[in-house]
Nanobody, 120 residues
Framework: QVQPVESGGGLVQAGGSLRLSCAASGRSFRAYDMGWFRQAPGKEREFVTAINWSGGSTYYADSVKGRFTISRDNVKNTVYLQMNNLKPEDTGVYYC?????????????WGQGTQVTVSS
């Protein structure tokens, strides 16, 4: 079981950048595909992006293609989300999770998330 701890969120102006980190405990981290999800106020949680266990394959929601980049470091047990050209609609709580079914399925364990707020 991967237990993620997200960090790196904050307040940024539209057009700005943030880099989120997800430190995951568990010796089997490198065996898991991992993903980022987000939840905007009053909305359902939605898929953002996923990366396979080796980092060789990635998948993005259309809304973030060309702006967000997911990566991972299996030595540090960490997944990253580089977010560029942020938009107000990117505002929400961002969560990291293991991918149960490629590319958008997720496990039932959620961390506390990290808040991203993009001002216009």
């Amino acid at each position: 079981q991967v237990q993620p701890v997200e960090s790196g969120g904050g307040l940024v102006q539209a057009g700005g950048s943030l880099r989120l980190s997800c430190a995951a405990s568990g010796r089997s981290f490198r065996a898991y595909d991992m993903g980022w999800f987000r939840q905007a106020p009053g909305k359902e949680r939605e898929f953002v992006t996923a990366i396979n266990w080796s980092g060789g394959s990635t998948y993005y929601a259309d809304s973030v293609k060309g702006r967000f980049t997911i990566s991972r470091d299996n030595v540090k047990n960490t997944v990253y989300l580089q977010m560029n050209n942020l938009k107000p609609e990117d505002t929400g709580v961002y969560y990291c999770n293991a991918i149960s079914t490629w590319p958008t399925g997720h496990s039932d364990y959620w961390g506390q998330g990290t808040q991203v707020t993009v001002s216009s």
